[in-house]
């Protein structure tokens, strides 16, 4: 049987039953009349005292049964709470802040998120006593008097920038479609998340455009001059394609690091779970940019443990992260002349995190910096930073890396040099872990 089947032979069976309900209860009121009606045709010597007697004690037996009257009266209040159940019930099960009105504007329920959202929220009061916003308060009116419901987005500025859209629809509970709502419902959506994501998404595809186009113009420029000046000049020829190498290079780093986001983000829910070392990562990481250090002056000096320090996570994305962090130091903090790389176990009855912790003794980080560092291509200096080689994406690979593995980055200028520290987990997500025991290997957290 289809669902409408299913629903028109409740609804027979429904109605079957109200109207089986109804006769029982006529049935003893009319057998009672019947009986006294009788009683006077048949026995024509009764006299009046006892047909009176006989009608009263019929009448006093019917009146424990419910009356029509009663009958009605309770289907009516039941009907009326019926009505209004549903709504208080929905308003509490709605996340977002709702506030049902009456047509006027005056507050008569909200739900908990909205008076959170509103502290001054009073059932009786006017909604312009918590929330002054002309356009929303126009469109409450407006609804309030028959109007289709309408959609208001407007900016709260104070104490943060917040963007909100209010909802606001007629509730009909007994006037059916058209004419005045019986009540209306005010819902606010908050738009922030997706305001601030729009303008990031723009804020980087402007970047990125920016920062391919320089040195696409200046290999285009240089290209123009060993076609037309320069065609002929030998010497001319070879610093400018060195020139033009360079800024591929830059070209390339940068798409390679676009695409290494991209390709984190994708992955940025599932947590890596393979034991890594992350002490052969920072001597992999070392000793890959010895070189680098060498030509700039810049001694590295490891602080390792002798045992290994095992994390869950991705071998080629910790070398990313340490490698990125190293090579930060060495450019930056060259003219401390050293880096220290430090890896921790989990100390003794602490969060069980293990740490690698990069330091250089360079200039420093002004403080109001700190807090931007991993925003995708920020800078405390543009020029210097393209002149070094960067391109403004290492450090939100890190913070994206991190996240993946559920770490932490710590960012901090003492004063002499910066300090970059990173958190990780040493034991087992839960699921790998119950994995692992079920084919007979040893957790390292138990």
């Given at each position: 049987?289809?669902?409408?089947?299913?629903?028109?032979?409740?609804?027979?069976?429904?109605?079957?039953?109200?109207?089986?309900?109804?006769?029982?209860?006529?049935?003893?009121?009319?057998?009672?009349?019947?009986?006294?009606?009788?009683?006077?045709?048949?026995?024509?010597?009764?006299?009046?005292?006892?047909?009176?007697?006989?009608?009263?004690?019929?009448?006093?037996?019917?009146?424990?049964?419910?009356?029509?009257?009663?009958?009605?009266?309770?289907?009516?209040?039941?009907t009326a709470a019926a009505r209004e159940l549903p709504v208080r019930a929905l308003l509490e099960a709605l996340t977002e802040p709702a506030i049902l009105l009456t047509e006027r504007g005056t507050v008569l329920e909200a739900n908990p998120p909205a008076r959170e959202a509103f502290a001054?929220?009073?059932?009786?009061?006017?909604?312009?006593?918590?929330?002054?916003?002309?356009?929303?308060?126009?469109?409450?009116?407006?609804?309030?008097?028959?109007?289709?419901?309408?959609?208001?987005?407007?900016?709260?500025?104070?104490?943060?920038?917040?963007?909100?859209?209010?909802?606001?629809?007629?509730?009909?509970?007994?006037?059916?479609?058209?004419?005045?709502?019986?009540?209306?419902?005010?819902?606010?959506?908050?738009?922030?998340?997706?305001?601030?994501?729009?303008?990031?998404?723009?804020?980087?595809?402007?970047?990125?455009?920016?920062?391919?186009?320089?040195?696409?113009?200046?290999?285009?420029?240089?290209?123009?001059?060993?076609?037309?000046?320069?065609?002929?000049?030998?010497?001319?020829?070879?610093?400018?394609?060195?020139?033009?190498?360079?800024?591929?290079?830059?070209?390339?780093?940068?798409?390679?690091?676009?695409?290494?986001?991209?390709?984190?983000?994708?992955?940025?829910?599932?947590?890596?779970?393979?034991?890594?070392?992350?002490?052969?990562?920072?001597?992999?990481?070392?000793?890959?940019?010895?070189?680098?250090?060498?030509?700039?002056?810049?001694?590295?000096?490891?602080?390792?443990?002798?045992?290994?320090?095992?994390?869950?996570?991705?071998?080629?994305?910790?070398?990313?992260?340490?490698?990125?962090?190293?090579?930060?130091?060495?450019?930056?903090?060259?003219?401390?002349?050293?880096?220290?790389?430090?890896?921790?176990?989990?100390?003794?009855?602490?969060?069980?995190?293990?740490?690698?912790?990069?330091?250089?003794?360079?200039?420093?980080?002004p403080a109001e910096h700190v807090p931007r560092l991993t925003e995708r291509f920020y800078r405390i200096d543009v020029g210097k930073s393209r002149d070094k080689g960067g391109t403004g994406l290492g450090l939100a690979i890190v913070k994206h890396i991190l996240a993946r593995h559920?770490?932490?980055?710590?960012?901090?200028?003492?004063?002499?040099?910066?300090?970059?520290?990173?958190?990780?987990?040493?034991?087992?997500?839960?699921?790998?872990?119950?994995?692992?025991?079920?084919?007979?290997?040893?957790?390292?957290?138990?």
């Open positions: 049987m289809s669902e409408q089947g299913v629903t028109r032979w409740m609804d027979a069976v429904n109605a079957q039953s109200a109207a089986v309900q109804r006769i029982r209860a006529a049935m003893m009121p009319l057998a009672g009349f019947a009986l006294v009606l009788a009683l006077l045709c048949v026995a024509d010597d009764l006299s009046p005292l006892l047909a009176g007697a006989a009608l009263l004690a019929i009448t006093a037996g019917l009146a424990l049964v419910p009356g029509a009257a009663e009958t009605r009266e309770r289907t009516s209040s039941e001054n929220l009073r059932a009786g009061d006017p909604i312009s006593f918590s929330l002054r916003v002309p356009e929303i308060l126009d469109a409450i009116r407006a609804v309030g008097a028959g109007e289709p419901g309408r959609l208001v987005e407007y900016a709260d500025r104070v104490p943060v920038d917040r963007w909100i859209e209010a909802r606001i629809g007629p509730v009909r509970l007994r006037t059916g479609e058209g004419g005045v709502p019986d009540n209306v419902l005010l819902v606010l959506h908050d738009l922030t998340h997706l305001r601030r994501a729009e303008r990031m998404r723009v804020d980087f595809v402007a970047n990125a455009s920016h920062e391919l186009r320089t040195p696409l113009a200046a290999i285009l420029g240089f290209i123009e001059t060993l076609q037309g000046p320069a065609k002929n000049d030998v010497e001319a020829r070879a610093r400018f394609l060195e020139i033009m190498r360079a800024q591929a290079g830059r070209m390339s780093r940068l798409i390679d690091d676009l695409l290494s986001l991209s390709r984190i983000e994708q992955k940025q829910h599932m947590r890596p779970v393979d034991p890594i070392d992350l002490v052969e990562v920072v001597r992999t990481v070392l000793d890959s940019l010895s070189p680098l250090a060498a030509e700039r002056s810049v001694q590295l000096i490891p602080h390792m443990p002798p045992e290994p320090v095992t994390v869950p996570g991705d071998r080629d994305e910790l070398i990313r992260v340490v490698e990125n962090l190293v090579e930060n130091g060495i450019k930056y903090g060259q003219s401390g002349g050293r880096v220290e790389v430090t890896v921790s176990q989990p100390a003794p009855g602490s969060k069980q995190e293990a740490q690698v912790i990069v330091r250089d003794f360079g200039p420093g980080i559920r770490g932490r980055l710590v960012i901090e200028s003492p004063g002499e040099g910066a300090r970059f520290t990173v958190a990780l987990e040493t034991s087992m997500p839960r699921p790998m872990a119950k994995m692992l025991r079920r084919t007979g290997a040893r957790v390292a957290d138990e």
